[in-house]
């Protein structure tokens, strides 16, 4: 079946960078956008940023703006979410997703499981 698989996170310090991946198989990767993510305790699931299926447009949700970065390999069929000076409030399982246009109102068909992301302070 459709599979999305996200990897990279961790924990590290404030300050610090991380990049996320998130790999696509059994479908066809190059006509998705791929959105990102994330959910802290307690809190509801966040928009992070989107690309679209060709990697021409992004978005970057205000609250991140300016410390990360969304790309993508198609030949390789794998999205990226570059995270730079994090902070402990960057806490959180981070998602990406699929679908036919991303953005922060698309309508995503495929999930990944997530990865913990914790910033220590």
């Known amino acids: 079946q459709v599979q999305l698989v996200e990897s990279g996170g961790g924990l590290v310090q404030a300050g610090a960078s991380l990049r996320l991946s998130c790999t696509a198989s059994r479908f066809t990767f190059n006509t998705y956008g791929i959105g990102w993510f994330r959910q802290a305790p307690g809190k509801e699931r966040e928009f992070v940023g989107s690309i679209s299926s060709g990697g021409s447009i992004t978005y970057v949700a205000d609250s991140v703006k300016g410390r990360i970065t969304v790309s993508r390999q198609n030949a390789k069929n794998t999205a990226y979410l570059q995270m730079n000076s994090l902070r402990p409030e960057d806490t959180a399982v981070y998602y990406c997703?699929?679908?036919?246009?991303?953005?922060?109102?698309?309508?995503?068909?495929?999930w990944g499981q997530g990865t913990q992301v914790t910033v220590s302070s």
């Open positions: 997703a699929a679908a036919r246009v991303a953005g922060p109102s698309g309508q995503y068909d495929y």
